[in-house]
């Protein structure tokens, strides 16, 4: 941590004082770390709803094993993954000063969010023609929640990653302000984060 | 330095300028920030923490007032039996509301009222970490809020009232058993209301932990921070929670989901534990806030330190822990099952340990004081008397099988309204005439005052005193009549008179501010002083009314209780003896050189944004895009509104699209990362 | 008001506690004649819950004393007097005088915070063994079961006498349940709509009845007698008005009752009103009504298939209540209670109103179809406009309809039908 805090105060040299708080962390990141506390029980809540649910299927309902393809999200999952390590090397580029290499990686990172987000779009769309409808059983309603409600943090951070990249575009995103790609990254590592625990939870473990 | 973390300022430092060249050249500032701190302009657009928790205050007297009505309905109704004041039908939707009205619309935003104005002056801090979010939470709430309340007019009187209860147990609430759209209100107001205490509770939660004054550690808080720190953490815990709940009965109401019914295999009881994990909480979210205001006033007005300073901080904490493990006890008649029931049976006898050493901790403090019975101390004793009983009948409670008897009986509802009113009310407005000279400058009148409290009292005790026995007798709560030969009558009746004592005793109080208003006025406006009770902590360190820069300047902080031991010291013999007149050591508010964060429109329109989105989510889908539009521009406008600050570093953060739309959790971060961004500049 | 404050204090903080103490003295006193009482257990469990928190009354009783005359002894002894607000200018007190600056006790905090916990570490063994003792619902040597189920605003009672609830009931009878003093009738409680709970204060404790699930729970009278109770778990609209009645007979008596309910009704002589009252009641009332013997099946709801949602789908999932609509049809009434022998029960309407204007104690409930005076304006009203009488959502199958479609003569006819069912 004192070493974080060192490496602010530079980064954040000609405004260093102004970030002077009790904790020594910035009022803002401290703000996504309590908020990344709060969305882990509401993830943990929609979690506990689908596992309650899931299996309170009829015998004939289509359920999970009439619909996933494990690959298919496998692969997906892998690319959020990935996107994770090219948000590292953006927060990294740019406390380095290289804002050149930050743009690429934000894009990179922005883009390979939204191939996973295109791929579960993709996915709701097979399963929907499989006959796994949002209000078809309980099942569905869980898991479109769930699944739904993970897209939709993705999708917020992938609007979040190219307002980073037009603004480090049009100058506004300098070495001093590096945190804000860190505080942005937090979160989007915690969104990753949380869908590791989700394709663990309702793909990977036994129906 | 900037002024949004809320250091002080240095005196030294000149003025920003209001408005210039630097914020008219801004390419995208669609607006330059409003100006000025007079009139209405002032309210609406002011990011001064002060000026919301004065906001927070009124909009819960005036929600106060309106559940307070529908109490005296309910009593009316069942005055006598066979009642019929007003029917079966109303009656179940004015029981909900005045549940509804008193926990979110008024405990919850009377405490937010104390939080948003005490927390920075107790920790001597400029402001919020966040000003324009803690607008932005105001705002929020009072959609919430006036979209519930509006839900008793909207398409006839109680026709759309939310009607299944507070605790709105499927599935009842589902479409197939509650047709209108009463509990679609109960959905979306809630998640409002939600929204707006998520984005305070990491507001202030940022605040305490980073904006603390040098010197200030976490031990040198006094208890009121603390126990509002501590009901912030459980709000940002427990919010989450009751959203998921709220969502999936909204996804069962409008978009036919299948959570809650049971024709599709659905198990009722997962409302019941997602609504109590929350609820329980809640109820020490209600109750923490009370506790602290409590030990604010008792060591004034006995001219002694707090007893067991650590003791009192420990046991919140353990209250706030131990909150969670308990909230099957809701549930002991639900079919949980022998050994869950045991479980929760003794963890709930056990969360009373921290709470009795929280009240004998107030007796220790009153030990050997000076005793001064002013109306807050009167308030802050009758908390600690009538929280008492309430205490009481929860342990008989937590005794599983005796609550097979007297659960959802009027015993619960006696033993609650110990807590929440003899424990909550009672303490919040003790605050309200300890604090009143130093939000407003002058004081309350103590004869008025303590003639209020003392009604307030008796009425308290003759309307919920009988409702133990009638528990106990067998009356089943929110049966809107009861046949004459139960045997009931003669205690409803008492108690219907009990409550309209109280309402006696809050028109009373009410005079006593409107007469103490007056008077001060006709007086010529006489100061009160910064610190007319002679009291303990930093916030009476400035003067009265607070000042919109708060402090003069920085204050470092040595220990627990600074204001008092610059006020007072110890002679040779270890005698108390007064150090320097109060008039020293308090600021006097004449440092007019300090910049602060300037007001900001887009709070309020971001707050009629989801309003709208609330109304559409009910009514129309169309006006709920209209309402994301808005959302979403107001989002931007926030991001691209220009600092005031000449000196701030490039300001157009990161906007992004609210992408769903919901006015849910999701909107919600964003527009919080969207603030914590903006904010750096705002 | 300067100087009053005090007297008014204590003559305040006297008529609290007097106030307090009289309230429990006159509850205590005063209670006989409440029959939903939780403080007069008639049943096993009832008193055993009594036996369990009784003491702990006392000892919370005895809290309250101690805190309550802790604050009052504080206030008498430690309190300045005459220092309202205000002495010194602008409010300010002008009090030099300190008391010692005590800032805490650990060994007192320690004592207060262990003493409690013993306290209570105590009450939850007694807690813990009365709990498992009163949820061993298998402990029941009767072979009797009752599927209680309840819903918008009534309950049902299927009796299964030889306890199998797989099997169709033998009879099935509504909002009066009947049991044989002194045994232990295990009950299977649920629901076909929303959550209730089933509750006869002076038996036991309640258990809720919730859609989709089954619950154990057992009852028990230690004397004969009518025992009422309350749905307390809030059902909707008419939630008030969800009453219940429990029933204890002797053995005897419990056998005789119960051999009369399986019989099924007789069909009224053609050309009689009672004829008549019949004719009316197949059109207008069978559909819901179930009356074994006289009402078909095919008057119940018709086409399963078309049947409105709220009818089966309770029934089908999870095989709770499988078949017991459309095989057991004569039987089970699907949205209403089964009439078979209305005029063996003393009230009717979710046992809101009394069905024997005369019953009281003064007629055995065996004898009330022979010896009670009907309680006819009510009934008649009832059966013309139900909702006037009970808040109802007919339109959406929520309690009964009314049937302002009938004439006088139709009202009296059906009730001289339902006359005969006893």
């Not at chain 1, 100058?171 to 969104?191: C, D, K, M, S």
């Not at chain 2, 209780?561 to 040779?572: M, T, V």
């Not at chain 3, 030889?162 to 033998?170: C, K, R, V």
């Amino acid at each position: 941590m004192a070493d974080t805090m060192a490496a602010e105060a530079t980064t954040h040299s000609p405004h260093a004082e102004e970030h002077h708080t009790s904790t020594g962390i910035s009022n803002e990141k401290l703000a996504m770390w309590v908020f990344l506390g709060s969305e882990c029980l509401l993830f943990g809540g929609l979690l506990s709803v689908y596992m309650f649910n899931k299996g309170r299927i009829g015998p004939t309902d289509v359920g999970p094993n009439d619909v996933f393809d494990i690959p298919f999200t496998s692969v997906s999952s892998f690319v959020l993954l990935m996107s994770s390590l090219t948000m590292v090397f953006a927060v990294s580029a740019i406390a380095r000063g290289n804002l050149r290499g930050n743009r690429i990686w934000l894009a990179a990172t922005a883009a390979l969010g939204a191939i996973f987000v295109a791929g579960q779009v993709y996915e709701f769309t097979a399963f929907y023609s499989e006959g796994l409808g949002f209000t078809t059983n309980l099942f569905g309603s869980a898991f479109y929640s769930l699944t739904g409600f993970h897209g939709a943090h993705v999708t917020i951070g992938i609007i979040m990653l190219m307002t980073l990249f037009v603004m480090s575009l049009r100058g506004n995103l300098p070495q001093q302000r590096a945190e804000t790609v860190e505080i942005i990254g937090l979160y989007w590592h915690f969104v990753d984060i949380v869908w590791i625990v989700i394709f663990t939870i309702v793909y990977l473990f036994p129906q | 330095m900037t002024v949004t973390d809320g250091a002080i300022t240095a005196p030294e430092e000149t003025l920003a300028l209001p408005a210039g060249p630097v914020i008219a050249n801004r390419p995208l500032g669609v607006f330059t920030r409003p100006q000025g701190n007079e009139g209405w302009k002032s309210w609406l657009f002011t990011v001064d923490h002060k000026r919301i928790g004065v906001m927070y205050g009124a909009a819960a007297m005036f929600f106060f007032l309106v559940g307070g009505a529908e109490a005296l309905f309910i009593r009316l109704q069942l005055a006598t039996p066979d009642g019929s004041v007003i029917g079966a039908g109303t009656y179940n939707g004015v029981f909900t509301m005045h549940g509804v009205t008193m926990i979110f619309l008024v405990a919850m935003p009377m405490a937010a009222a104390f939080a948003n104005y005490l927390l920075p002056l107790q920790i001597g801090a400029r402001d919020v970490a966040f000003p324009r979010l803690n607008a932005f939470s105001f705002w929020c709430f009072l959609a919430g809020g006036l979209l519930l309340t509006s839900s008793m007019l909207i398409g006839g009187w109680f026709q759309n009232v939310p009607d299944g209860g507070w605790f709105n147990y499927a599935p009842n609430s589902g479409v197939l058993f509650s047709p209108h759209k009463g509990i679609d209100f109960y959905a979306v107001g809630l998640q409002i209301t939600g929204i707006a205490s998520l984005v305070s509770s990491i507001n202030l939660i940022v605040t305490v932990l980073n904006m603390r004054t040098k010197g200030m550690s976490l031990f040198r808080m006094p208890v009121l921070t603390w126990m509002l720190l501590i009901t912030q953490f459980l709000l940002l815990f427990a919010i989450p929670v009751i959203t998921v709940a709220l969502f999936l009965l909204m996804f069962d109401r409008l978009w036919d989901a299948n959570f809650f019914n049971v024709a599709a295999g659905a198990d009722p009881l997962l409302w019941q534990h997602l609504f109590w994990i929350f609820g329980h909480p809640e109820v020490y979210i209600l109750v923490l806030p009370a506790f602290g205001i409590v030990s604010e006033i008792i060591p004034t007005f006995s001219r002694k330190p707090l007893f067991g300073y650590h003791f009192m901080v420990a046991s919140g904490i353990a209250i706030g822990f131990m909150g969670w493990g308990v909230w099957a006890h809701h549930m002991f008649t639900s079919g949980i099952g022998p050994l869950a029931v045991a479980a929760f049976s003794v963890s709930t006898m056990f969360i009373a340990v921290p709470t009795g050493v929280k009240i004998l901790n107030w007796l220790g403090t009153m030990y050997g004081g000076r005793l001064r019975f002013t109306t807050p101390m009167l308030y802050a004793v009758g908390v600690v008397s009538m929280f008492t009983i309430g205490g009481l009948s929860g342990v008989t409670h937590s005794i599983a099988p005796s609550d097979t008897q007297q659960t959802d009986t009027y015993y619960i509802v006696a033993h609650f309204h110990y807590v929440i009113f003899g424990g909550i009310i009672l303490g919040l407005f003790g605050g309200l005439h300890f604090w009143w000279p130093k939000i407003f400058g002058y004081m309350l009148d103590e004869g008025w005052g303590k003639a209020a409290f003392w009604v307030i009292l008796i009425g308290f005790n003759f309307t919920f005193g009988p409702m133990h026995i009638l528990g106990l007798q067998g009356m089943s709560r929110r049966i809107a009549t009861y046949r004459a030969d139960e045997g009931f009558a003669f205690w409803n009746m008492v108690a219907t008179i009990g409550a309209f004592v109280i309402a006696i005793g809050v028109a009373m109080l009410l005079w006593n501010i409107y007469k103490s208003t007056r008077d001060w006025r006709r007086a010529g406006r006489p100061d009160v002083g910064p610190d007319p009770w002679d009291a303990r902590a930093l916030e009476w360190m400035t003067a009265s009314p607070t000042p919109e820069h708060n402090f003069d300047s920085e204050i470092e902080v040595e220990g627990l209780d600074e204001f008092w031991h610059r006020k007072y010291g110890k002679d040779e013999t270890g005698r108390v003896v007064r150090a320097a007149p109060t008039s020293e050591v308090a600021h006097d508010g004449s440092n007019t050189k300090v910049h602060l964060p300037s007001p900001s429109y887009w709070p309020i329109v971001l707050g009629g944004g989801i309003l709208l989105v609330g109304y559409g989510l009910i009514y129309n889908l169309w006006l709920a895009a209209a309402g994301v539009v808005l959302l979403v521009a107001s989002i931007y406008g926030w991001i691209l509104e220009p600092p005031d600050d000449p000196e701030a570093a490039g300001h157009d953060e990161d906007g992004h699209d609210d992408g769903d739309g919901h006015g849910d959790a999701d909107s919600n971060g964003d527009s919080a990362e969207a603030e914590e961004e903006a904010a750096t500049v705002g | 008001m300067s100087k009053r404050p005090m007297a008014l204090v204590w003559l305040s903080s006297l008529l609290v506690i007097a106030g307090t103490i009289a309230l429990i003295v006159v509850a205590i006193v005063v209670d006989d004649n409440h029959p939903l009482s939780t403080l007069s257990p008639v049943g096993r469990h009832g008193r055993e819950i009594a036996e369990l928190i009784n003491p702990i009354f006392i000892v919370a009783g005895v809290v309250f004393f101690l805190v309550q005359g802790a604050v009052l002894a504080l206030w008498w002894r430690f309190r300045v007097a005459g220092s309202d607000a205000g002495d010194g200018e602008f409010g300010y007190y002008e009090d030099d005088e300190f008391p010692e600056q005590v800032h805490g006790n650990n060994r007192l905090e320690v004592a207060w915070t262990l003493i409690p916990t013993v306290l209570l570490a105590v009450i939850s063994v007694f807690t813990l063994i009365a709990l498992f003792a009163l949820e061993d619902v298998e402990a029941s040597d009767e072979d009797m079961v009752v599927t209680v189920i309840g819903q918008q605003w009534w309950w049902e009672y299927q009796y299964h006498l030889d306890g199998n609830t797989d099997t169709a009931p033998d009879f099935v009878a509504a909002n009066e349940l009947v049991i044989p003093v002194g045994v232990d009738v295990p009950l299977d409680i649920k629901s076909r709509d929303v959550i209730h709970a089933f509750w006869i204060p002076k038996l036991n404790g309640k258990k809720d009845a919730v859609p989709g699930r089954s619950h154990d729970w057992v009852i028990q009278a230690e004397e004969t007698g009518t025992f009422r109770g309350q749905c307390t778990e809030f059902c909707g609209l008419s939630h008030g008005y969800m009453k219940m009645v429990a029933v204890a007979l002797t053995a005897e008596e419990f056998a005789e009752w119960r051999d009369n309910q399986i019989t099924a009704a007789d069909m009224p002589e053609e050309g009689t009103a009672e004829h008549a009252g019949w004719e009316v009641f197949s059109q207008q009332c069978a559909s819901c009504h179930v009356v074994n013997g006289v009402t078909s099946p095919a008057n119940r709801g018709g086409d399963p298939e078309s049947a409105p949602d709220n009818w089966d789908i309770y029934g089908e999932f999870n095989g709770v209540y499988a078949g017991t609509y459309l095989e057991t049809d004569t039987l089970v009434a699907g949205a209403a209670p089964n009439l078979t022998h209305l005029m063996t029960r003393g009230t009717f309407a979710g046992s809101i109103f009394d069905l024997y204007l005369n019953a009281g104690a003064h007629i055995p409930y065996l004898e009330l179809a022979e010896k009670g005076t009907l309680n006819r304006g009510e009934l008649e009203a009832w059966i013309y406009n139900a909702p006037e009488r009970k808040p109802a959502d007919a339109d959406n199958l929520r309690g009964m309809p009314a049937r302002t479609g009938l004439s006088p003569d139709d009202v009296d006819n059906v009730v001289a039908f339902l006359s005969t069912l006893d």
